[in-house]
């Protein structure tokens, strides 16, 4: 895979960046997405956060984290205290990677770790921009996109860690809590405890 490097102009905001993802050739990924899905929020933002992909609905609406999952998560937010507006959303890779089943339905596909690494230019040019207070890493896919591949979720979830000058956190993807059955509320309740570690950084003193 050749990378997005040479797609990703220099010395842009984010508006720009937003542009120029549309003609992103990083990797096959955007063959069959129906466009790029761009991070949202502002330039100013204290707390960036990151998923893995686009899902079904992110893909046709072209904005991250506005299907259950994000909804769920925006509900793990405020009940932190953490004001939606100081949140830019973004995800590992811009494009959704997604089976054909049942007709048309599009089922989720994990990303490569290659289709992972040639989209990490983009996510760099969007941490460069907005320069968060912390980072925020749902999900492994997420967290090994910045933290490198043996980075295990299961084994620091929660934990501030300094890295390349940035304070990051991993989680659980919210998704995983809605595919949890038995034990959704526990999932709920470990997601939100994480989210406060966040939180409690982006209080003043």
Known sequence: MPGAEEYVPPRVRLPGLRKAVQECRGCELYRDADRAVFGEGRES??????????GDQEDRAGRPFVGPAGRLFDEALAEVGIDRDDVYVTNATKHFRFQRQQGKRRIHQKPSRGQVNACRPWLTAELNVVR?????CLGATAAQALLGPSFRVSRQRGELIEHEGMRVLATVHPSAVLRSEDDREQRYAELVADLRVAAETLRPG
Do not use: I
């Not at 933002?45 to 686009?54: H, L, Y």
């Open 45 to 54: 933002a204290r707390a960036v956060v990151v998923g893995e992909q686009p």
């Open 132 to 136: 968060p207070e912390v980072v925020v």
